[in-house]
């Protein structure tokens, strides 16, 4: 430990010796830090010394604060070029460890390094060697810390020098590829709000080079600059370009990007597959190009809306939409990141495409929509919604596809009725399938969640209002399947839902198609609504008793959260917090609908949904009673005391509310009780018939018992004949008319209980199995068909004469 103590001592001392005024001490110096933190030992050392690590050495450097004094030496050689160039050499070998890249930090090196980044250097080192350090400080440091070091008038104008210097006077490919490093520093620059790259005109600078092979300019920069097709000269168009979209965040630049003409520049790329006349390069690079060009044109439109109107954006968005929709051959590379997933198709150029569309269309301005709908951009999108839906597989790119052109009809055509005529019966067709998801695939990743947000929004603004387009959904069961969705009991749709539903309920039809629903089991859309409200109420902590009825007669609707939540004092246009629950949950929505539908003669509800619709019924006056609470609450806060006749009034409004709970309580107890009386008569109903069962079975089997002993006993028999016979005659008319003739029914002798005639049918085994009555006589030989025990006549009978060989016909 005393060793490794001295070893950095002597190391710092190393370092403070960089102050001798000698530039011969102060590069020896700087070799022997270079050697010592590289350097092997040869063979020689280890026979002789003990052998010490290189992770040794490294530490002791870290130890010895060398980088930061060598750092902080810059300052004393800033007219010396040698010793600055061996001082930035040694901080690119010690660069590499991250504790002395956090030392380098401690002594600004970022802003000194970039600051020197243009002093004279005819060997180029100085600026190599620089750059070199701050990429390594970017990859072990912080790099906020770094940006904010660099985020000065200073540090921005050094990087615009030198990388201006490489573009117009770099030839080489080590020039090129330094160029570029030297663009992302700015880059990463650029993106920290309040980096001054417009004052020191390198916003400019940028536009200027972003923009010069699609626009012509006479910029003495760039006259006579050519863009070659190796890749430096490729990755640095794709970064200008990026470039571009990072300096569109600072506003101030929307001005220096209109002068420049960025949009024309970008609408170069807006065509189908062609090469550009000034960059030659292939056509896996042309495509990331494009994609890339179309992507950065998202950002540009919506700041730049006045170009896009000029340079008819929107007539060149839809050709190229058409283009993308067709059946052109076109191989597309995919190789870039823009590109992934659309490899062999056009998904990646009508993504990005609509990205600029939906960008433009969400302005909501009124010039450019009516632009758009004045070339039959609905119709249009409607065509490539379907193309998309059937031609694609479905992926996350489809799904990115279809959401954003739903999104896009939504914003054209709401509040618009004409526009939603343009919608038409088309559009019901296509969007209906949209709503039909398979529950499935909500959580699939791929976009099914979004995509049915987009499906019910586009609903709600291109079909609601138009009643031609209402009642044609209606007719397409488009009710019944709103409420399969809302069955699913998706959390995030529930609302929407709800919300459309309300909506659709202002036409006269919709009643009658959620009356007419039935979901699982026979559940109706009342049964359905009033599940919903309790799990809603649970969800939210409202408190009722076991049988659902209100627990707190004085806020009977008031939530968890809401009980939290301390009254303060707020001015009347401000919403309370009871005011701002009617939108955070679906309990005003299930309300409304249920008042369409009526309280009265719901199908398909049992006591408990009763219990819970009672509550339903005062939504609005127990909301309101909670508002004059949080008044009453408000007026305490502020400590203000009411005059008598106001305080009276007051007192009376919440006693009226809190007797409408106590209502609300009692007609739920009394539709209890009824419930209660209503399931024991069901009960009593049930043991009757139960009763009434096991009677008629005991006299069936006393019947049995009567019959069997009738059968078996011929005493029992005559008994029940001489009863019989009584009954029958105790039955008859005791008043003789004169010359009445009697004709006895019965006959003498039968001691039989049944009702006997002059004919007889005898139940015994049939005939099919034993012959009949004749299978034992000589008419038998006839082989005559008996059916029980009578003969039959038919046309004609072989029989076979088993003695004979011949046969003889018998008709």
């Given at each position: 430990m005393f060793s490794l103590n001295l070893h950095v001592k002597f190391l710092n001392y190393l370092g403070c010796l960089m102050r001798v005024p000698c530039s011969q001490v102060r590069i020896q110096i700087c070799k022997c830090v270079i050697s010592f933190y590289h350097a092997e030992r040869s063979k020689k050392e280890f026979e002789v010394y003990q052998p010490v690590s290189a992770n040794y050495k490294k530490h002791m450097v870290e130890l010895g604060g060398l980088a930061e004094t060598l750092v902080l030496s810059l300052t004393l050689v800033e007219n010396q070029l040698s010793e600055k160039l061996w001082i930035i050499k040694t901080l690119q070998h010690l660069s590499i460890s991250e504790a002395n890249c956090k030392l380098m930090m401690k002594a600004q090196a970022p802003r000194k390094l970039c600051s020197q980044l243009n002093d004279v250097d005819p060997t180029g080192q100085l600026l190599f060697r620089s750059s070199e350090i701050l990429w390594n400080l970017l990859e072990k440091t912080s790099k906020d810390e770094i940006l904010d070091q660099l985020n000065n008038l200073e540090c921005v104008h050094a990087l615009k020098e030198a990388f201006t210097h490489l573009l117009l006077h770099g030839s080489r490919h080590y020039d090129r590829q330094l160029r570029n490093d030297i663009l992302v520093i700015a880059t990463l620059v650029a993106q920290n709000p309040g980096t001054p790259m417009i004052e020191t005109g390198f916003a400019k600078q940028l536009i200027l080079f972003a923009t010069f092979t699609e626009v012509k300019s006479h910029n003495p920069l760039v006259k006579g600059l050519k863009l070659t097709y190796?890749?430096?000269?490729?990755?640095?168009?794709?970064?200008?370009?990026?470039?571009?979209?990072?300096?569109?965040?600072?506003?101030?630049?929307?001005?220096?990007?209109?002068?420049?003409?960025?949009?024309?520049?970008?609408?170069?790329?807006?065509?189908?597959?062609?090469?550009?006349?000034?960059?030659?390069?292939?056509?896996?690079?042309?495509?990331?190009?494009?994609?890339?060009?179309?992507?950065?044109?998202?950002?540009?439109?919506?700041?730049?809306?006045?170009?896009?109107?000029?340079?008819?954006?929107?007539?060149?968005?839809?050709?190229?939409?058409?283009?993308?929709?067709?059946?052109?051959?076109?191989?597309?590379?995919?190789?870039?990141?823009?590109?992934?997933?659309?490899?062999?198709?056009?998904?990646?150029?009508?993504?990005?495409?609509?990205?600029?569309?939906?960008?433009?269309?969400?302005?909501?301005?009124?010039?450019?929509?009516?632009?758009?709908?004045?070339?039959?951009?609905?119709?249009?999108?409607?065509?490539?919604?379907?193309?998309?839906?059937?031609?694609?597989?479905?992926?996350?790119?489809?799904?990115?596809?279809?959401?954003?052109?739903?999104?896009?009809?939504?914003?054209?055509?709401?509040?618009?009725?004409?526009?939603?005529?343009?919608?038409?019966?088309?559009?019901?067709?296509?969007?209906?399938?949209?709503?039909?998801?398979?529950?499935?695939?909500?959580?699939?990743?791929?976009?099914?969640?979004?995509?049915?947000?987009?499906?019910?929004?586009?609903?709600?603004?291109?079909?609601?209002?138009?009643?031609?387009?209402?009642?044609?959904?209606?007719?397409?069961?488009?009710?019944?399947?709103?409420?399969?969705?809302?069955?699913?009991?998706?959390?995030?749709?529930?609302?929407?839902?709800?919300?459309?539903?309300?909506?659709?309920?202002?036409?006269?039809?919709?009643?009658?198609?959620?009356?007419?629903?039935?979901?699982?089991?026979?559940?109706?859309?009342?049964?359905?609504?009033?599940?919903?409200?309790?799990?809603?109420?649970?969800?939210?902590?409202?408190?009722?008793?076991?049988?659902?009825?209100?627990?707190?007669?004085?806020?009977?609707?008031?939530?968890?959260?809401?009980?939290?939540?301390?009254?303060?004092?707020?001015?009347?246009?401000?919403?309370?917090?009871?005011?701002?629950?009617?939108?955070?949950?679906?309990?005003?929505?299930?309300?409304?609908?249920?008042?369409?539908?009526?309280?009265?003669?719901?199908?398909?509800?049992?006591?408990?949904?009763?219990?819970?619709?009672?509550?339903?019924?005062?939504?609005?006056d127990f909301k309101v009673g909670e508002v004059w609470s949080e008044m009453c609450a408000e007026l305490e806060k502020e400590n203000f005391r009411l005059v008598t006749p106001d305080q009276e009034v007051l007192q009376v409004i919440t006693d009226a509310f809190e007797n409408v709970g106590r209502m609300v309580v009692s007609l739920q107890t009394e539709m209890l009780e009824s419930q209660k009386y209503q399931e024991l008569q069901e009960e009593e109903k049930c043991y009757a018939k139960i009763n009434s069962l096991h009677k008629q079975r005991e006299m069936v089997s006393k019947s049995w018992e009567n019959f069997l002993s009738r059968t078996s006993n011929y005493e029992a028999l005559k008994r029940a004949k001489r009863l019989q016979e009584k009954s029958i005659e105790m039955s008859r008319s005791k008043v003789k008319q004169y010359n009445a003739t009697f004709h006895p029914t019965d006959i003498k002798g039968l001691n039989t209980t049944i009702t006997s005639g002059r004919l007889v049918t005898v139940e015994s085994t049939p005939s099919e199995l034993t012959g009949g009555p004749l299978a034992d006589t000589d008419l038998a030989l006839k082989k005559l068909p008996i059916r029980g025990g009578a003969l039959r006549r038919i046309k004609e009978v072989k029989v076979i004469d088993s003695f004979k060989k011949g046969s003889v016909p018998v008709k």
């Open positions: 190796s890749y430096e000269d490729f990755e640095l168009k794709k970064l200008l370009l990026n470039m571009l979209t990072v300096l569109a965040k600072d506003l101030c630049t929307v001005q220096l990007l209109h002068e420049g003409k960025v949009i024309l520049a970008l609408f170069n790329y807006l065509k189908p597959n062609e090469k550009s006349g000034t960059v030659a390069m292939s056509a896996a690079q042309y495509e990331e190009l494009q994609l890339l060009a179309i992507a950065t044109l998202a950002t540009m439109a919506p700041l730049l809306v006045e170009d896009y109107i000029m340079n008819q954006g929107n007539t060149r968005l839809l050709m190229f939409l058409e283009w993308c929709s067709s059946n052109d051959p076109f191989f597309a590379q995919g190789n870039s990141f823009h590109g992934t997933g659309g490899r062999g198709t056009k998904l990646s150029q009508m993504r990005y495409s609509l990205r600029v569309l939906y960008s433009v269309v969400s302005l909501c301005d009124d010039a450019v929509n009516l632009d758009l709908c004045d070339h039959g951009a609905i119709h249009q999108l409607l065509g490539i919604l379907k193309t998309a839906t059937s031609k694609y597989k479905e992926g996350a790119i489809v799904m990115e596809i279809q959401t954003d052109i739903l999104l896009i009809l939504s914003t054209l055509c709401e509040n618009d009725v004409h526009r939603k005529e343009l919608f038409g019966w088309e559009g019901v067709d296509t969007l209906i399938p949209f709503l039909k998801m398979d529950a499935k695939k909500f959580y699939s990743g791929l976009g099914h969640n979004r995509l049915l947000f987009s499906a019910l929004d586009c609903l709600w603004c291109c079909i609601m209002g138009c009643l031609i387009l209402e009642d044609y959904f209606l007719e397409k069961e488009g009710i019944f399947t709103l409420l399969d969705l809302l069955m699913l009991n998706q959390k995030n749709v529930c609302n929407q839902i709800l919300g459309i539903l309300v909506e659709f309920c202002d036409n006269s039809k919709t009643v009658c198609h959620i009356n007419t629903w039935r979901g699982k089991k026979g559940q109706t859309a009342a049964n359905l609504l009033i599940h919903l409200w309790r799990q809603e109420e649970e969800d939210m902590g409202v408190r009722h008793d076991k049988v659902g009825r209100i627990a707190d007669t004085k806020k009977p609707l008031l939530g968890q959260f809401q009980k939290t939540q301390e009254v303060i004092p707020m001015p009347a246009s401000c919403p309370t917090i009871a005011v701002m629950d009617v939108a955070e949950n679906m309990r005003a929505k299930i309300y409304c609908i249920i008042c369409k539908l009526g309280f009265e003669n719901l199908p398909g509800l049992s006591a408990k949904d009763f219990v819970t619709l009672a509550i339903i019924r005062r939504y609005l």
